[in-house]
């Protein structure tokens, strides 16, 4: 007989990138006295991911628990919180995740508005029919315009096909930062009336405890005391320590395991606990093998729960062993065995990536939602003493019975200068940009959408940043596949590449910056075939920049010491990735990053760009 729970509360927050969300979700712990008194804590304290706090974005999805007073009943309600990425490029963290919850809490920005990842997250919600609750934070900033965020969210929930239910949405006001919340936009100095709200508005989940026991892995982890662990929610039954259960893997086979160890949320840790029901959100330890989108049963009704649904990947690149002249000087794991092994670890929790083997053994091709997505996995790994080469990204280009190519295709949105608005229409029109929306904005920016394909896209925003000085913004989702357009061109600039293998002069790399701009410095180790700079001519240029002067005399050493190079343009490992060219690799190690060619002997990469003929 189904039931509803109405001692607990299953939220997802959700938002665009840097709107608010992991901030409040501190401040709701620290109100609900999860910490100690004396408890030193960091903020964003659900960014626990070393990248996530260096790059202040939410990469993988967290589970916490709260106990809020119900102030009708005077009852304790535990609210389980998952805090989800705001960046379309982890889509597959927030697809899943809505399986677990009956209802979000929808983030926006009072100054900014709805922005482009809102339309992302909110679709994945409506598409779940999740009661939501929209949250306007940020009320302390001094540009906040409460009427026409309230009506740009509005629009946005008729646009995205919202039922006329989900659009009677509650409203409520809030400075995350400060821990203040209210029913309209004059606060109060705390978080009970958004606490209130989710207790009114976000239904208890409806439950069936008689029935035998159902579980969808929605989530992966590993505890050193039980191992690899799964999350997910209960949808029916009940489970305790050490039932036997029948493990459905999406293949459809099944396998007996037993539940050697539940755990539940309690603040932000797991707590061991003897038995579960359904409508928990609970972690089983002891598992081996699992993999997200599974279905944990009872033994008596082995009935596998619905797949988790996500967007395929949209974007390749190939993997393979480092075969630059430096292998194996700076990586604890190279051979082609333990980079397979890592990227088929990485299939088993992330579930909108897919990786396939190739002709060359030593290759794989690893697909993902973006270049952000790829470029996460790329540092996770040189961060564990992975060393490797990886390709340029590439659209994924999908053929249909008839033959009929078609190609993703994504939305920009871009916030930019009115002084720079030329430039950047130029800039997308070159890469089969279409503009479909131009706007002014209240702070004198233009705001300008396109619809480009993915191909576009590729190695445009480090393009972008410097056309626009750093002061534009800009965002994209993906909307759909079209036919595949025509031939874009993604840079017109080539490299510089070293001819010897040795130590880098300053005479040498004097001579490579008057052709251009150099991305190494004096003392840095080099090999044939590396990139060290760039040059605005139409061909590669090949040049010694281990070169060094023969001095004949005091007065020229003297004069040598007045040879200054301007400081070389050090690149990140996102925008290194953007940099690829077709012909060109990067070399990742632990230690450091090095754009090369893919044919390091000079006179063989000439023979092949005039034949084609690697042999």
Not at 458 to 483: C, E, Q, W
Request: hydrophobic share 35%; aromatic share 6%.
């Amino acid at each position: 007989m189904k039931r509803i729970r109405n001692d607990i509360r299953n939220i997802a927050i959700i938002a665009h990138v840097d709107h608010g969300k992991t901030t409040l979700i501190d401040s709701m712990l620290r109100q609900a006295k999860v910490f100690r008194e004396n408890q030193k804590v960091a903020d964003r304290i659900m960014d626990s991911n070393d990248l996530e706090r260096e790059r202040g974005i939410t990469i993988l999805a967290k589970n916490a628990s709260i106990s809020i007073p119900d102030t009708q009943t005077g009852e304790l309600v535990k609210l389980n919180i998952v805090d989800t990425p705001g960046h379309a490029d982890f889509g597959g963290e927030v697809e899943r995740i809505m399986n677990m919850v009956d209802g979000v809490l929808l983030l926006v920005d009072a100054a900014e508005g709805p922005k482009p990842q809102t339309r992302f997250v909110l679709k994945q919600a409506i598409h779940k029919n999740l009661k939501t609750i929209v949250v306007i934070n940020k009320l302390d900033r001094k540009d906040v315009d409460i009427e026409q965020t309230l009506n740009a969210t509005f629009d946005l929930f008729v646009e995205l096909g919202a039922s006329n239910e989900i659009l009677e949405f509650p409203v409520i006001y809030a400075e995350g930062l400060l821990g203040k919340a209210g029913t309209r936009p004059q606060l109060e100095e705390n978080l009970l009336p958004l606490f209130d709200c989710i207790l009114r508005e976000i239904p208890g989940p409806i439950v069936d405890v008689d029935n035998e026991f159902q579980m969808l892995v929605t989530n992966l982890g590993y505890d050193e005391y039980s191992g690899v662990t799964a999350t997910g929610r209960i949808y029916s039954g009940s489970v305790k320590v050490n039932d036997p259960l029948i493990r459905i893997l999406t293949n459809g086979s099944q396998e007996r395991i037993s539940a050697k160890y539940i755990y539940t949320y309690e603040g932000l840790e797991k707590k061991l606990t003897t038995q579960a029901e359904a409508g928990d959100i609970i972690t089983i330890g002891g598992l081996k093998d699992i993999q997200i989108g599974e279905t944990l049963t009872s033994p008596d009704n082995p009935v596998a729960l619905p797949l988790i649904e996500v967007q395929q990947p949209t974007v390749r690149m190939t993997f393979g062993v480092n075969t630059s002249p430096l292998t194996g000087k700076e990586g604890r794991w190279s051979p082609s065995r333990k980079l397979l092994e890592r990227l088929t670890d990485e299939l088993r929790r992330n579930i909108s990536l897919k990786v396939e083997e190739t002709e060359q053994k030593d290759v794989f091709l690893v697909s993902g939602r973006g270049e952000l997505h790829l470029g996460i996995l790329i540092e996770t790994m040189r961060r564990e003493g992975y060393e490797f080469q990886v390709s340029r990204p590439e659209a994924i280009i999908v053929e249909d019975a008839e033959g009929k190519q078609f190609e993703p295709f994504e939305e920009v949105h871009i916030d930019v200068n009115s002084n720079y608005v030329g430039s950047v229409v130029e800039m997308l029109g070159q890469r089969r940009g279409q503009m479909t929306d131009m706007r002014n904005n209240p702070d004198n920016t233009v705001h300008l959408t396109f619809t480009i394909p993915t191909r576009g896209l590729l190695g445009f925003r480090y393009r972008f940043l410097n056309a626009t000085h750093g002061k534009g913004v800009m965002n994209s989702f993906y909307i759909g596949d079209r036919p595949l357009e025509g031939v874009v061109i993604n840079r017109n600039s080539s490299s510089i590449t070293a001819i010897e293998s040795g130590i880098a002069s300053t005479f040498g790399l004097k001579n490579a910056e008057e052709r251009g701009i150099l991305f190494i410095s004096p003392g840095e180790e080099v090999y044939e075939g590396m990139i060290v700079g760039e040059t605005a001519k139409a061909q590669d240029l090949a040049i010694n920049v281990t070169k060094k002067k023969h001095l004949t005399n005091m007065r020229q050493s003297i004069r040598d010491i007045d040879v200054r190079l301007d400081p070389p343009r050090k690149m990140s490992l996102d925008e290194m990735i953007e940099y690829l060219g077709p012909d060109d690799l990067l070399e990742v190690t632990p230690s450091n990053l090095r754009l090369r060619k893919r044919i390091l002997d000079t006179h063989e990469r000439l023979r092949f760009e005039k034949t084609g003929d690697r042999d």
